[in-house]
C-alpha cells in the first residue's frame, strides 16, 4: 500500500496500468531528445528519480477538493450579476468597462473550472496506459526519421509489464541508410527569378552532400519567398515553390531534387512592384466631423493629418520606402520598426493598395499619450534586511515637437542593514534619489542632412540626464550630482553600442567619527582603500560599450549568447578641459582606464531543463599620482549575481585573509562586514536549470572567481615590520590557485512577469584561509553554520535570474 501511494497506481481503475517508463534504443546518430518530444503520452515525473511520482499525488489532492458545482454556481451569480449591471449603466463607457470586467472575472471562473484548482495545475494525473497512443508515437517516429533522410526506417515497440499495474515501452529504433542530396536541378520559366535563385544558391538550405532533411525543404520555401519579396515582387507566394524528390536518382542512397518556381496562372509572369506613392497619416483612427486633412510633401512622403504634431523631417529619417523604389520586405519592416522605437506611436501599420493602377504604401500611426505617470510601491529584498520603496515616473512626449521625450523620476527607499562599526547593531538606512533626462531621436551633432537620413536605420539617439542621489545612515550621509551625455544606436538588431561622450559625478560624505576611524584602521591595518569612496571627488570619464544579443538571450526555444564590452577613461577630458570647481571645492580627481566583459550562454537541453554559464572580467589601472581608481570604478566579488557562497563584496582580493572575528562561535571565522574592492576581476558561473512543477524552477550551482589588485597590500606592525597577510596582487603564476570556488542549489519563482529567485551558497574552496586548509566544503553545517572550524551557509535572494 506504501509504494502505491507513492507510485499513485491506487488512483488506476480496474483493468488500468500505469505507463511508469518509456525508453528509446537508438544508433547514436539519432537525435534522442527530438523523439522524445513526439511521445504522445508522456510517464509521469519521477521526484530525484526515485519511485516516487510526488506530482500524482499532488494532482488527487486537489482533485478531492475541487468543487466544480461550486464553480459553475459561482459563474451563473458573476454573470448575473453584471448582466444586471449593464442593463442599467447610464453611459455607454460604464457598459465597455462592466463587459470588460465581466469577461475577465467569468474567463477566471471557466479556467478554473476546466483546469482545476491550484494544486491540479501544478500536479498532473497518473498516465494510464494506452496501446493506441503507443502506436501514435511509433507513427511519429517513423515519419520524424522518414523527414530525415532514413527512407527505409524501422520502429519497433517492446512492452514490459514489471508488475501487475506498471508497465514500461521500449521504442527500438533501425532507421536504415541515411539518404543524401546528389544534385539540385532548377525549373523557373522566369528568367529573371532564375538568374536570382542561382546568385544566391550560396546561401541555399539545400546542398549538394547533405543528408536529406523535410525541413531544410521547408527553410528553402521560406528563404525564396523572402529573396523575392525583397527584390520587388509583392505578390510572390511560397505556393509557386515546390520540390520533385528523386528517390532513385542515383544508386548509393542519393536522391535528386529539382526546384520548381511556376508562374502565375492568370497573369503569366511575376511582377515586379515599383512604389508610386507613400501616404503617412501620424494620427489614424481619428475622426473631427467637418474637417479635412493637411496634407504636406515632404522628401516625396505625402504627410496627411488634422494637427501637425511630429517634425516631419525627424519622421521621414525613419521612412525608407520612397516613390520610385521597388517593393522591399526589409524596408517595409525597417519603417514599422524604427518609426515604432520612437516610442510615441500607438501603433505603427503598414500596407499597400494595388487598385486604380498603382502601388501605393500607406503608414497609419496612432499617437501615444502625451502625458504619462506611473508609481510604484514595494518592499527591497536584498543582503540586508527587507524594507519598502516608492518609485514615480512621469514622461512628456515630443516635447519640442521633433519626437524627443523628456522624463523625470524620484525614488525613496528605506532598509535595514547591519552596522559597519558593530556587529550586532542593526541601522535604518534611507536612500532617496530624482533624475531627469531628454531623448532626441538623431545624433546632436553637425551632420549634413542626407548623412541624418542614411543613419535613422540605427536608431540614433543622444539623451542627455542629471540626476542627484541621497544615502543616509547612521554611520554617515552620502550624496552625489551626476550628469550623462550618451549617443547610443543599433546595427541589425542583436547589437547595441553606447558612447558617453561625458559621465561627471560630484560626490560628498558626512561621516560619523566613530566610522571615520574605522575606515582609518582599516587603511593601516589591512591596506584597504575603502576610506577613498567618502572623499569629496569629482568623476569624469568617456565610455563606449557594445552590447551582442544572439537570438534574443533568455528565450526557452533555442539556445542563445549574450555579450556585453565596455572600455572608460577617466579624466580625459581634464586632459582638455579645466574644470575649476574641482580645486574650488577641493574635490579629488581621477585619471584612469577601464575594461569589462561579460559573456553568458544559454543552452537549451530540454523543454524543461536549461544549462546556462557566464564569464566575467575587467581590469582598471590608474594612471594618476595616487594610483587609486574612483570607487564606483574598482571591481568587486560575492553575492547574488556573482560568486553565491560569500557575501556581497566580500571575496577577495586574492589570497588576502580578512580579519578574524571577535566571537567566532556567533558570527563565524573571519570578519565579513566590510567591502574588498580589486582593480581586477575574474569570475564564472555554470548552472542547471529545471522545471520542477507548476511556477516552481530548481537549480543547481558552480561560481568560481575573486578579484585581485595591481599592486600588493602590504601590511606592517607598529615596528614597521611587514605582516603576512596572503597576497592580494594578480600574479600569472599565482592567481589560479587563489580563485574561490562555492557551489549550491536554489529555488526559483517563475511567474513569468516576475521571478523570484532562492539560493543557497557553500563554500567549496577559499582562498582566504591558509594553503592546505582551503577546501572548506566539508566544514559546511546548516544548523550550526558558525565557528572557527565551520563555515557560514549564504543565503541569497534575488529578482531574476542571476545571468
Not at 520502429?155 to 541508410?177: C, H
Not at 574650488?584 to 537541453?605: A, T
Not at 560569500?646 to 571575496?651: D, E, F, T, V
Request: glycine share 8%; aromatic share 14%.
Amino acid at each position: 500500500m506504501v509504494l502505491q501511494g507513492c507510485l499513485g497506481t491506487k488512483h488506476l481503475k480496474q483493468d488500468e496500468k500505469m505507463l511508469y517508463r518509456q525508453r528509446i534504443n537508438s544508433p547514436k546518430t539519432i537525435n534522442k531528445s527530438a523523439l522524445k518530444d513526439l511521445y504522445v503520452q508522456e510517464s509521469n515525473k519521477k521526484f530525484l528519480g526515485l519511485r516516487v511520482h510526488t506530482l500524482v499525488s499532488m494532482y488527487y489532492f486537489g482533485q478531492k477538493r475541487f468543487k466544480p458545482a461550486k464553480i459553475e454556481k459561482k459563474l451563473k451569480q458573476t454573470e448575473g450579476k453584471f448582466d444586471a449591471k449593464i442593463e442599467d449603466a447610464k453611459s455607454e463607457k460604464r457598459e465597455a468597462s462592466l463587459q470588460f470586467k465581466k469577461q475577465r472575472k467569468t474567463a477566471a471562473l471557466r479556467e478554473k473550472l476546466t483546469n482545476g484548482n491550484i494544486w491540479m495545475k501544478w500536479g498532473e494525473p497518473v498516465s494510464v496506459y494506452d496501446s493506441a497512443k503507443v502506436q501514435l508515437t511509433q507513427e511519429r517516429f517513423r515519419d520524424y526519421l522518414f523527414n530525415n533522410g532514413y527512407f527505409k526506417n524501422e520502429v519497433l515497440t517492446r512492452t514490459t509489464f514489471e508488475s501487475r499495474k506498471l508497465v514500461t515501452i521500449a521504442y527500438d529504433i533501425v532507421p536504415g541508410p541515411q539518404y543524401r542530396i546528389d544534385t539540385i536541378m532548377y525549373r523557373i520559366p522566369d528568367s529573371t527569378l532564375h538568374a536570382l535563385t542561382l546568385k544566391t544558391q550560396p546561401a541555399s538550405f539545400l546542398k549538394p552532400g547533405a543528408a536529406y532533411n523535410q525541413d531544410n525543404f521547408s527553410r528553402e520555401r521560406e528563404r525564396i519567398d523572402l529573396l523575392f519579396k525583397e527584390n520587388g515582387y509583392y505578390d510572390f507566394s511560397r505556393q509557386y515553390v515546390e520540390f520533385d524528390v528523386d528517390t532513385a536518382y542515383h544508386e548509393g542512397h542519393q536522391v535528386g531534387v529539382l526546384m520548381i518556381i511556376s508562374n502565375p496562372a492568370k497573369r503569366g509572369y511575376h511582377k515586379k512592384f515599383i512604389i508610386d506613392e507613400v501616404h503617412f497619416t501620424p494620427d489614424a483612427g481619428v475622426s473631427i466631423p467637418g474637417v479635412t486633412r493637411t496634407k504636406q510633401n515632404y522628401r516625396g512622403t505625402d504627410f496627411e493629418y488634422y494637427e501637425k504634431m511630429y517634425s516631419s523631417r525627424i519622421l521621414s529619417q525613419r521612412i525608407f520606402i520612397h516613390p520610385g523604389d521597388y517593393y522591399s520586405r526589409d524596408k517595409t519592416f525597417s519603417t514599422q520598426r524604427q518609426l515604432a522605437n520612437l516610442d510615441n506611436f500607438k501603433f505603427v501599420n503598414i500596407n499597400y493598395d494595388t487598385t486604380g493602377g498603382k502601388f501605393v504604401a500607406n503608414i497609419f500611426t496612432n499617437p501615444l499619450d502625451r502625458y504619462q505617470w506611473s508609481n510604484e510601491i514595494g518592499v527591497n529584498v536584498t543582503q540586508g534586511f527587507p524594507g519598502p520603496f516608492y518609485n514615480i515616473n512621469f514622461k512628456k512626449r515630443n516635447i519640442f515637437k521633433g519626437l524627443e521625450n523628456f522624463e523625470i523620476n524620484g525614488r525613496i527607499g528605506y532598509e535595514g542593514v547591519a552596522s559597519a562599526t558593530a556587529s550586532s547593531n542593526i541601522y535604518q538606512s534611507v536612500e532617496a534619489g530624482i533624475n531627469a533626462s531628454v531623448t532626441f531621436p538623431q545624433f546632436l551633432l553637425p551632420l549634413k542632412e542626407e548623412t541624418r537620413y542614411n543613419l535613422g536605420r540605427i536608431n540614433p539617439r543622444t539623451r542627455a540626464s542629471l540626476g542627484y542621489s541621497y544615502t543616509n545612515r547612521p554611520e554617515y550621509v552620502r550624496s552625489a550630482t551626476t550628469f550623462n551625455y550618451v549617443y547610443s544606436w543599433e546595427n541589425l538588431r542583436i547589437r547595441r553600442f553606447e558612447f558617453t561622450l561625458n559621465n561627471l559625478s560630484i560626490i560628498n560624505s558626512r561621516l560619523d567619527p566613530a566610522f571615520d576611524q574605522v575606515l582609518t584602521d582599516l587603511f593601516t591595518n589591512e591596506g584597504n582603500t575603502l576610506f577613498r569612496t567618502f572623499e569629496p571627488s569629482f568623476v569624469s570619464s568617456m565610455i563606449f560599450s557594445m552590447t551582442w544579443n544572439h537570438r534574443n538571450y533568455g528565450n526557452l526555444e533555442e539556445s542563445s549568447n549574450f555579450f556585453r564590452w565596455s572600455v572608460e577613461s577617466g579624466g580625459t577630458l581634464q586632459n582638455i578641459l579645466n574644470y575649476p570647481l574641482i580645486e574650488r571645492n577641493g574635490l579629488k580627481s581621477f585619471r584612469y582606464i577601464r575594461i569589462n566583459g561579460d559573456f553568458r550562454r544559454l543552452v537549451i537541453l530540454d523543454k524543461s531543463t536549461v544549462l546556462a554559464y557566464r564569464v566575467n572580467g575587467g581590469v582598471g589601472f590608474s594612471y594618476d599620482e595616487n594610483k587609486v581608481l574612483p570607487y564606483e570604478k574598482y571591481f568587486f566579488a560575492g553575492g547574488s549575481n556573482s560568486v553565491r557562497a560569500w557575501r556581497p563584496r566580500r571575496l577577495g582580493p586574492g589570497s588576502y585573509r580578512p580579519r578574524e572575528s571577535a566571537n567566532p562561535e556567533v558570527d563565524g571565522l573571519y570578519d565579513y562586514r566590510f567591502e574588498q574592492p580589486g582593480d581586477v576581476l575574474l569570475e564564472g558561473s555554470i548552472e542547471l536549470r529545471r522545471k520542477l512543477f507548476g511556477f516552481f524552477e530548481g537549480a543547481l550551482f558552480v561560481d568560481a572567481g575573486n578579484v585581485w589588485t595591481l599592486e600588493p597590500r602590504i601590511i606592517r606592525d607598529v615596528d614597521n615590520n611587514v605582516i603576512e597577510n596572503g597576497n592580494s596582487q594578480f600574479k600569472v603564476n599565482q592567481f589560479y590557485k587563489e580563485i574561490g570556488i562555492g557551489t549550491g542549489f536554489g529555488v526559483r519563482f517563475n511567474f513569468s512577469f516576475l521571478i523570484l529567485r532562492f539560493d543557497v551558497g557553500l563554500k567549496a574552496y577559499d582562498p582566504g584561509r591558509p594553503e592546505g586548509d582551503r577546501f572548506v566544503l566539508n566544514k559546511i553545517k546548516f544548523l550550526r553554520p558558525f565557528g572557527t572550524d565551520r563555515e557560514p551557509v549564504i543565503y541569497n535572494v534575488g529578482v531574476g535570474f542571476p545571468f
